[in-house]
């Protein structure tokens, strides 16, 4: 009885343990995490900023602020940065304090260690034998943290919530004990929601907008719980409610801020005509309650991006049919759901144009400004102070007076989209371009250069309204010209010295929109190729304290800042990937034959395993083991179809070229038997036939429905929801689909000749965007 009893127990015990084992991988599986680690355009904010000291990114916010127009950065948002780095450090030393029961961290004790150090050691640091602090006096450490970090998520709170990611463990909990002692904490309460931890990707579900709701009643005049809970309401996809919790946030902020003035060059010449010098002026320092804010600018691009995400909503009810007959049907609810989605997408535009007004482009930026400004950097980054003014400068073109310096031109990024743009700006594309990228040798440095405002959202609204313009049926000719200007600036956009370049969902999208429709704009290459970043200028020799600690970047000295991209992995100077680049082909601009490195079967195809890794683990969609290998899956079979297509084109345009493909239709091309002996080829839904002209031609066999969708995408779509609503429109949308009859517009008449079909001809270079 007592073996048999001894063996029961046994087995209890052998059973709870597995049991106890069980519960303990499921809660290991189900990652818990802070609320603001789901915030959309994280990756956007990452940068120098991040390790940077405070008092380094003050003096470059100044640095960046006293540059002529355009400035660099965004001065709005670099000095957002300023304020809220100074507040979340200043709450980390809180917040460690009162966690290790000290009245202060004691620099003294351990040589050489800085307050950051001790932050990774979290409750178990001890610098010293110190009188241990009260409870009362720990809650009012804990309190004055929270109402820094109140302070901080109130001026950007994706950018705060980057900075408190590398923050201690106890800035996280910092909130919630407040709340424990003081329920009815405004600024804790609003802390909290973001340091909150739930399951990982359940934001929606796990997040009640009562605090939020609260917080808003209890201060009906601050704009910022307004903009936080129109954020939470796109996760809970309300996009409605978001619309109009951005719009009554703007409306807030603009009766209770005033729009700051920047000084412009002519104040300064008027400065220096006033007292009889043309000595340069001091830099200009502002206090604090002059920086500009930067949150109408966050407000403008968020209430865009959802305009543009219920323009494509509509597109599923405009086409109620997957047959031939879907782009006919002119039922009430379909001309409503087309209707909405032209006004939403307009809309959209208006907004994303009014953001782009916040910065500037100069297309004749003299070299000089940018060299000065490189310099004044590399100063701060060796630690050597920046000289206040200086009465002559050293230029590409010799000594001359800043004085005397022809004035360069500026405008506003949406005067670049206007529909009667800048004339005289510098060709784009141009056939360098698609030749080998050489940097220019110092004796034949130009004296001007291109630049522009960054700011870490510009590159998302760029291509963001490339996509309205899609909806909106912008004409070919017309979105030709806005693609060339979003690649010019694009290629142009350096977040240098703060930001890294990052990753844009936008653009992806816009990527996959000209795959699906065959770049039926006619772009003169791939997209990666006219938006690779455009070569640094070539610069003078630097003064004495510029050394060979310094990183060389095509000539132009810059200080190696530290950076780190959203894996904590290091990323090159420009953000680019590397690899080889295959030479786009065009009808408009030829083609230049240059030297390609020699890859063999092994190298390509590691090549892509390790890229098509990278792009499942940035899929949103990828939650577990299961569906990361259907994204990897779906990437490698689209890579080879790529892969094949590219290979179809170079063999038929050898063919042509050498005489080999006799045209034998004797002009009956639009015959299907005849396109079969013009040496036709079929690749998984997609034919590769000679235009007639001496050209090749990709067009993507359509079978009806869900042939539009590429055949090895529909157990595991590639693109996203946005991209595929927006590339079905471009390809099945009629004409002038959504205009409302009789609004007044002059109906303008039909030309003789055809509308040519989308989804029938694709341009040369189609299978390489």
């Not at 202060?104 to 990774?120: D, E, K, R, T, V």
């Not at 049926?473 to 350096?494: C, F, G, I, N, P």
């Not at 990437?635 to 493909?661: K, M, W």
Request: net charge neutral.
């Amino acid at each position: 009885m007592a073996r048999k009893k001894s063996s029961s127990q046994e087995d209890l015990v052998e059973a709870e343990s597995d049991l106890g084992h069980q519960k303990l991988v499921r809660s290991q599986q189900q990652l818990i995490i802070c609320r603001n680690k789901h915030w959309r355009y994280i990756s956007s904010f990452h940068g120098p900023w991040l390790q940077l000291p405070p008092e380094v990114i003050e003096t470059l916010a100044n640095i960046n602020y006293n540059t002529p127009r355009p400035r660099p950065i965004d001065p709005a948002v670099f000095f957002d940065l300023v304020k809220i780095r100074r507040l979340v450090d200043e709450a980390i030393d809180l917040a460690v304090r009162a966690a290790s029961g000290v009245a202060s961290l004691n620099q003294q004790s351990i040589p050489g260690l800085h307050h950051a150090a001790a932050l990774g050691l979290g409750f178990g640091f001890r610098p010293g034998s110190q009188a241990k602090l009260s409870p009362e006096r720990k809650h009012r450490m804990r309190k004055d943290a929270t109402h820094r970090l109140c302070k901080a998520y109130r001026l950007d709170e994706i950018a705060c919530s980057v900075s408190t990611m590398q923050s201690a463990s106890a800035l996280e909990e910092v909130a919630s004990l407040v709340l424990q002692r003081n329920p009815d904490d405004n600024d804790a309460k609003y802390v909290h929601f973001f340091h909150e931890k739930i399951p990982s990707r359940q934001l929606a579900e796990c997040t009640s907008l009562q605090p939020l709701d609260e917080a808003i009643q209890e201060n009906p005049s601050e704009p910022e719980p307004l903009r936080t809970r129109g954020i939470v309401r796109i996760f809970k996809e309300d996009y409605q409610g978001a619309v109009v919790d951005f719009t009554e946030s703007l409306r807030v902020h603009r009766l209770r801020r005033p729009v700051h003035r920047y000084p412009t060059d002519g104040d300064h010449t008027e400065q220096q005509l006033a007292q009889g010098t043309s000595r340069r002026t001091e830099d200009i320092i502002l206090k604090e309650d002059e920086h500009p804010s930067s949150l109408e600018s966050q407000l403008l691009f968020q209430r865009a991006g959802v305009y543009l995400t219920m323009a494509c909503q509509h597109v599923a009810v405009a086409f109620p049919n997957d047959g031939p007959e879907a782009s006919v049907v002119s039922s009430p609810e379909v001309l409503e759901a087309r209707q909405l989605v032209r006004q939403n997408a307009k809309r959209a535009l208006r907004d994303y144009m009014t953001y782009l007004s916040y910065f500037e482009y100069s297309p004749d930026l003299p070299l000089d400004i940018a060299e000065d400004f490189a310099r004044k950097v590399n100063f701060v980054a060796n630690g050597v102070r920046v000289p206040r003014h200086s009465a002559r400068s050293r230029s590409p073109v010799g000594n001359e007076d800043k004085a005397t310096r022809k004035p360069h031109r500026t405008y506003l990024l949406s005067d670049l989209f206007a529909p009667s743009p800048p004339p005289d700006l510098p060709a784009y594309p141009v056939t360098d371009l698609l030749g080998p990228r050489i940097s220019p040798s110092p004796a034949v440095s130009i004296a001007t250069t291109e630049t522009l405002t960054y700011h870490p959202l510009l590159a998302d609204a760029l291509h963001a309204l490339l996509l309205c313009h899609c909806l909106i049926q912008t004409s070919a000719k017309e979105l030709l010209r806005h693609a060339y200007m979003v690649a010019r600036l694009a290629r142009l956009a350096d977040g240098y010295p703060a930001f890294q370049a990052s990753r844009s969902p936008a653009r992806a999208d816009w990527v996959e929109v000209l795959r699906a429709g065959g770049n039926w704009i006619q772009l003169a290459g791939a997209w990666d190729d006219l938006c690779a970043p455009a070569p640094v200028p070539v610069f003078h020799p630097q003064q004495p304290h510029s050394s060979s600690s310094q990183q060389q970047l095509g000539g132009a000295a810059r200080p190696a800042l530290p950076s780190c991209d959203s894996n904590g992995s290091a990323s090159s100077a420009n953000g680019t990937e590397a690899g080889p680049v295959t030479p786009p082909v065009s009808k408009e601009l030829p083609a230049i034959p240059f030297p390609v490195a020699v890859e063999t079967e092994k190298q390509r195809k590691d090549r892509l395993h390790h890229q098509i890794v990278l792009d499942a683990l940035g899929d949103e969609r990828v939650s577990d083991e299961s569906s990361f290998r259907q994204a990897v899956l779906a990437r490698q079979l689209r890579a080879e179809h790529d892969y094949q297509l590219a290979n179809a084109v170079a063999s038929l345009r050898a063919q042509i070229t050498s005489g080999a493909l006799a045209n034998n239709d004797g002009g009956g091309g639009d015959d299907e038997d005849s396109s079969v002996s013009n040496g036709d080829i079929d690749i998984d839904g997609q034919k590769v036939t000679s235009d007639g002209n001496g050209g090749v031609v990709v067009a993507r066999v359509s079978n009806g429905g869900e042939g539009k969708r590429h055949a090895l995408e529909k157990d595991y779509p590639i693109s996203s929801d946005r991209a595929l609503a927006v590339a079905r429109w471009v390809l099945d949308a009629p004409p002038n689909a959504g205009i409302i009859p009789g609004d007044g517009r002059k109906k303008k008449k039909k030309g003789p000749a055809r509308r040519r079909s989308v989804a029938a001809a694709v341009a040369v270079g189609g299978a390489e965007i």
